[in-house]
Nanobody
Framework: VQLQASGGGLVQAGGSLRLSCTAS????????MGWFRQAPGKEREFVAT????????LYTDSVKGRFTISKDNAKNTVYLQMNSLKPEDTAVYSCAAGAYYGSDPSRYDYWGQGTLVTVSS
């Protein structure tokens, strides 16, 4: 499985961005796709994940009510709609996929390249 992420950029605090991640390859569509982020000097952090079959979602507390993860199964794509962005959301955002539903990055099987999100104050 190959994952291709896009949609990062520079936005002012309070603004919005939408990230996309498309899965491709000969393997079956992964059952779980999620987003992680890593800010400069910090460890990778779980953001959100979604079950591609039953649409259940999981978010880290700091983004609840502001970020929404969604999917388009026909396109093998997962989205991360980010609203009310804060400077502390600045990070490289990476998508991940696999069969594990949770926040532990070590249990995801596939990773895409990161896309940088910068939120200015």
């Amino acid at each position: 499985v190959q994952l291709q992420a896009s949609g990062g950029g520079l936005v002012q605090a309070g603004g919005s961005l939408r990230l996309s991640c498309t899965a491709s390859g000969r393997s079956l569509r992964p059952s779980i796709m999620g987003w992680f982020r890593q800010a400069p000097g910090k460890e990778r952090e779980f953001v959100a994940t979604i079950n591609m079959y039953v649409s259940t979602t999981l978010y880290t507390d700091s983004v609840k009510g502001r970020f929404t993860i969604s999917k388009d199964n026909a396109k093998n794509t997962v989205y991360l709609q980010m609203n009310s962005l804060k400077p502390e959301d600045t990070a490289v955002y990476s998508c991940a996929a696999g069969a594990y539903y949770g926040s532990d990055p070590s249990r995801y099987d596939y990773w895409g390249q990161g896309t940088l999100v910068t939120v200015s104050s």
